[in-house]
């Protein structure tokens, strides 16, 4: 707030006051104006004001802001985090992540703020989500309007970044404890794309509108779906939420557009299971392809920032073909239980090119693509139909609630309760989209394996209380992690409740990954109270952000939880789970009002696990280059020259690139000769460039990477060569050294 304390600062907010007077003035006297006044800045408040016309296309003015920033942690080396499959451990990077923050604000009541952080991570969680908000602290004075109450931290659900960075044991499991990179990465990275937005904070326009995207997504769990009611069914035409939302961010100063964020559920699972290259998986594409198509956008201002966000993705999949044997008999699983000859382990989803794995035209970049190009036609077509966001300001609430026996009343009367959390038999089945996580066959739980955290944990796995298997019914329980705390708590009992309003949009941020029903009765639960509770006189406008803030598995109706598919065994709280967040969201709705001052009381703070966590993921001893070679010398070299289509491969003896995640910069680089320099063309942003590193000599610490780039259709034709930047870290002192290797030159035509 200290930024309102400046003088300047108090002549900003004068003028803030001073432009809605006019415009109050305006409204009265009704001078019309010339209809040049199409992109007024905020110099021209007067005129821009008095055009009704003008205000109805526009709504109200909010302060706005974007950024963006790396979180690219180590990208080997260290289990990925999604499928929580103990095999899954980076080899390379194939596009770098990042935190995308979009922050909206009252223009006449500056504390009146959120930050929606989009990150392209597996999910938001409680350990990041500390970090970021003591980073947040960190940055002094002008930040002290964020806080618990209002920043989200929202995972866009891709299961192809690095893990180790999660507050509760049982997600650790799998990557070996908590591993400070990793997780500091991802912290630094979302606090400086705040900062960013932060600095960024212009008076501006919110608008909103919707597309249906097809093709994009299937249910994954229709058996489960099926058992909501039909009459209920009978009101939607899918069996997933195919509407996209997009909320265009444009400032006044010269009607330029900042950035964009849309919600569409899709599991970010087109990277299977088997793929070992750092990405963003489908959402990471489409950012990635809608960023760039903006670059050289006249409507644009620098720097456009797109993000993809995650909404009710619980029984969503980007396996469209449907989910299949591989067994050899070409036969799709049981609808049932997604089983081939009775076992789970051979049933796969297949995307639109199943067939092509692990390479940059896949699945995943095509399920990008068709989230981008009707996220693009919608922005190109905003002007005529968007509407605007206006009125009643911006609000945000926040609080954690104990889920362990919370007693509510369902509409009807009916008393129930939530649980302490547990899993189910069938969380060990997996998902068509990935087999078992964690290294559980199904119906054998204790099987001590491989995994060296699980015999130190084993013993610890207790049963459960049988007020707890009476209140879970009918799950069986696998794992009642809620009422295990040994060495530190499993998972999460102690969950965020949060929302956020600015004018008519409402936003529902889940800790869950809340499937299409669920969704779609919890949005519809606050669109009636909104307007029962007159928190807004317009149509309002509900989206759910989630996996986000915690992880909290999923959410499924009481329907979807007494058939205990992957998605109802995953429902840690028990069959009322669903009722309990919309009793709890739509029971604190008032503190969205726009004369609200105040918000509810915080309850009690959940563990912060970040420094009691195990680490079994050891640190880089050294790097050596192989004997009589050095770092960076290129071992095979490009072919002279290819046409374009072909894959360049160039390798180099590398070093391990966890020495330095070289954030907001690049391991790779495609160069091209243009008048006679090497101009950087592609980096580690893109798409078609990828790095894979592999270890030679464990004792001896050598290494080599390979630099490959999928040259696109539409490549230019040229003279290239191919850049790679390392960092080498020595024996003893530890200390660590960039270098850098560069291929010979080719032709591609
Ligand atoms: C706080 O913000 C003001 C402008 O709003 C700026 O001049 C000042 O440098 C900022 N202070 C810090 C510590 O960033
Ligand atoms: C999306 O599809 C639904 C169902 O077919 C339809 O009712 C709706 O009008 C469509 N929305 C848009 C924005 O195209
Ligand atoms: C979706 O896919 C089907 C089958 O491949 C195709 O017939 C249809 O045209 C596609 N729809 C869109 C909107 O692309
Ligand atoms: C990864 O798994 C899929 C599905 O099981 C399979 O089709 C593909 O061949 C595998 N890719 C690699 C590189 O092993
Ligand atoms: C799975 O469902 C099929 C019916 O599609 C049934 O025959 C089979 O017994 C079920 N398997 C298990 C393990 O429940
Ligand atoms: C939530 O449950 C409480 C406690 O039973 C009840 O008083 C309240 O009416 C419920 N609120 C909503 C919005 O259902
Ligand atoms: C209230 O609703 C719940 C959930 O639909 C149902 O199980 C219960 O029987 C209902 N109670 C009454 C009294 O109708
Ligand atoms: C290029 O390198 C990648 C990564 O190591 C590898 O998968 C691919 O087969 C190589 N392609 C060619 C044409 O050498
Ligand atoms: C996994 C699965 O069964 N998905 C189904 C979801 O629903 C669509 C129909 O809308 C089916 O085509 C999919 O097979």
Known sequence: MAEFGSIRARWTMLLALASILLFLFALLVNTELPRENIRPSRFQTKQRLSDKAERAAQGDQYLLGVGKADITGPVVEINFMGYASAAQVGTGLRQRIF?????????????DRFIYLNIDTSCGDTAIRNGILEGIAALGSNYTAYGQQNVAVVGTHQHSGPGAYMNYLLPQVTSLGFDPQSYQAIVDGSVLAVKRAHEALTPGYLSIATTNVTNASINRSLYAYLANPAEERA?????????????????????????????????????????THVSGDNKGVAQYLFEKSMVDDTSAADG???????????DTTPNVLGAYCDDGSGQMCTLENSTCSGTAATCHGRGPFFDKVDLGVSSCYEIGKRQFQPARSLYDSFDSIATPVSSNGVKAFHFFQDMQYFNFQLPNGTAVQTCPASLGYSFAAGTTDGPGPFDFTQNDPNKPNANPLWPLVSHLIRSPSPEQVECQKPKPILLDVGEMDIPYAWSPNLVDIQMFRVGQMFMIISPSEVTTMSGRRWKSAIAAAAKSQGITTQEPMVVIGSPANTYAHYLTTPEEYGIQRYEGASTLYGPWELPAYINLTVSNLKYLAASSTQGPPQGTLPPDNRKNSLNLNTGVVMDNPPISKSFGQVLTQPNPRYSRGAVVNATFVGANPRNNLRLEGTFTA????????????????????????????????????????ETEQDAEAGTYRLHYYGDAKAFVSGSITPFEGISNSFMLS
């Open 99 to 111: 935190a995308r923050a979009f922050i909206v604000g009252d223009v006449a009541k500056p504390t």
């Open 235 to 275: 009101q939607y035409e899918d069996d997933v939420e195919k509407l996209m939302t997009m909320m265009r961010f444009q400032r006044a100063s010269d009607g330029k557009n900042m950035g964009g964020m849309t919600w569409f559920p899709v599991h970010g699972t087109s990277m299977l299971e088997n793929n």
């Open 304 to 314: 456009f920032v797109a993000a993809f966000s995650q909404a009710s993705v619980g």
């Open 670 to 709: 495609v160069e091209q000769l243009q008048n006679g320099n090497w101009v950087q063309v592609r980096n580690d942003w893109d798409w078609f460039l990828s790095m894979t590193w592999t270890r030679d000599d464990p004792v001896l610490g050598s290494s080599h990477v390979v630099l490959s780039w």
